[in-house]
T-cell receptor, first 118, second 115 residues
């Protein structure tokens, strides 16, 4: 059974701190790993990673994937109160038996609730 | 602008009633998904569809059904609502992976309470 585990489940830090969120996975036929940010409503996309060791960056957020050790981290530097959210990790695996080429299915972790205090 | 909408946004119903949650997307995406989100469980897949007339069960499909009669809509039906189905429900859609797009776009969610 495909599984995605995030840690910690909850994290409280002060504004300006740097945080690292973890995501480990066990899936057959890994295809990609995605990070989403969820504030009070729908999750919004942050990053998609497919290759090991290549860092993706967007402003103060960055993420990297290790396909040998089966994990990814999401770093946020110089945190701000607006970074407070639930961060979701999701893994996409190749679908078996072969289905439509355009098909996709994600398995989500439980999420990490990040709270940034002023 | 293209979007994905859900209705109703909030619903209170009684145990045993049939409830249908609507999901409508205007991106012309083939892939559509229904998730439920509960504390401590993240997003769990209920049902999904890869095109018109295609539906598949996800990991928590018991008590739910979907139908896909056109590209834009994937309504989720709770046949006989149970208190265990109190949750926040998210609909999502994504383009064919062959297009190079991987992101799933989420609707605003429906908060369902079963009393």
């Amino acid at each position: 059974e495909d599984k995605v585990v995030q840690s910690p489940l909850s994290l409280v830090v002060h504004e300006g701190d740097t945080v690292t969120l973890n995501c480990s996975y066990e899936v057959t036929n890994f295809r990609s790993l995605l990070w989403y940010k969820q504030e009070k409503k729908a999750p919004t996309f942050l990053f998609m990673l497919t290759s090991s060791g290549i860092e993706k960056k967007s402003g103060r957020l960055s993420s990297i994937l290790d396909k040998k050790e089966l994990f990814s981290i999401l770093n946020i530097t110089a945190t701000q109160t607006g970074d407070s959210a639930v961060y979701l990790c999701a893994v996409e695996a190749n679908l078996l038996p072969p289905v439509l080429e355009g098909a996709q299915k994600l398995v989500f972790g439980q999420g990490t609730r990040l709270t940034i205090n002023p | 602008d293209a979007e994905i909408t859900q209705s109703p946004r909030h619903k209170i119903t009684e145990t045993g009633r049939q409830v249908t949650l609507a999901c409508h997307q205007t991106w012309n995406h083939n892939n559509m998904f229904w998730y439920r989100q509960d504390l401590g469980h993240g997003l769990r897949l209920i049902h999904y569809s890869y095109g018109v007339q295609d539906t598949n069960k996800g990991e928590v499909s018991d008590g739910y059904s979907v139908s896909r009669s056109n590209t834009e809509d994937l309504p989720l039906t709770l046949e006989s609502a149970a208190s265990s189905q109190t949750s926040v429900y998210f609909c999502a859609s994504s383009d064919d992976r062959t297009s190079g797009s991987y992101e799933q776009y989420f609707g605003p969610g429906t908060r369902l309470t079963v009393t």
